[in-house]
């Protein structure tokens, strides 16, 4: 018995997110917010942050990475197919448009990532090294 609440313990000291989401899910629940809206919330501050971070890392190197601002973007959407979706009226078609915008914004972040300039300096040294 010991041993397995040990175990808990030391889960939890190293997986803190799981105690946090924990935290915010029983204050959600106590607070008495409806569950939707607190997940928009969540993804605001989701989106503040993201902001926030895209424009520290341009201040100190001086070049705005693409990933991190359509990283703003597919969240920004997915935040605005939750508010969209929870509505009583439900207009699909804006829903499937944002969608689909979505998941070319997913099709642009993978792109951004195979032919990022950075990848290719890694990878054609590496393959200088090994002719």
Known sequence: ????I???KRYFEYNYEVTIAMIL?????????EFYKA???MLEFIVIMEVIKM???????????LRFVIDIFIIFLIRDVI?????????YF???????????????R????KYSPGINKINNKSENRSE
């Open 1 to 4: 018995m010991r041993r397995a």
């Open 6 to 8: 040990f175990k808990i």
């Open 25 to 33: 899910f029983i204050a959600i629940i106590t607070s008495g917010l």
């Open 39 to 41: 997940i928009i919330y």
């Open 55 to 65: 424009i520290s890392d341009f201040i100190k190197k001086e070049k705005l990475r």
């Open 83 to 91: 508010i969209r979706a929870s509505h009583k009226n439900i207009d």
């Open 94 to 108: 804006d829903i499937l448009f944002l969608l689909i915008v979505i998941f070319v914004f997913f099709i642009f």
């Open 110 to 113: 993978i792109m951004s990532i």
